[in-house]
């Protein structure tokens, strides 16, 4: 057994909020400690060095750390060419709370109406979304989801 989590939207991004997405998708990511691992070499020695996670070319990242965790988890990813994240087992503390901040971001540009749930458990949003405005300097507010009906 583990601890997943989804979004249940289409993470349909509108083309025009790819590069502002990706940007603050990436941002999320590293002030919440997610990193990667990487090899080295270095006077005949292999040393694992933790990376932040950055776009490499082909615009994709992984990532299985988390540092305020200092735990690590089966990996994650995501694709910024096609705005998509993807997870695996996320455990229940740090790298958890990261990762739902994540697909809580697709509900707030995703075209569709979409949820993150947490092991089939609607999540609370809105103490991301403040987190979101105090991290990225934004006035995000969950609005279409008072008004269902439209």
Sequence with gaps: MGT????TGSMNIPEQDFETFTEQMIK???????????TVSMYGHKLPLLKPVEIVPG???????????????ESAGYDAEECRLWTNKIGSFEFDYV???????????????GYTLLNGELIDS???VRWFN?????????????????
Excluded: C, Q
């Design 28 to 38: 999320i990511l590293n002030y919440g400690g997610m990193m990667d691992i990487e």
């Design 126 to 128: 809105y103490p991301f």
């Design 99 to 113: 990762i739902l901040a994540a697909y809580i971001l697709y509900e707030l540009y995703d075209d569709d109406m």
């Design 4 to 7: 997943f989590a989804r979004y």
């Design 59 to 73: 615009g994709s990242v992984s990532f299985y750390y988390n540092y305020f965790e200092d735990n690590n988890w």
């Design 134 to 150: 105090h991290l990225l300097g934004t006035n995000f507010s969950m609005e279409k989801y008072r008004n269902l009906w439209e």
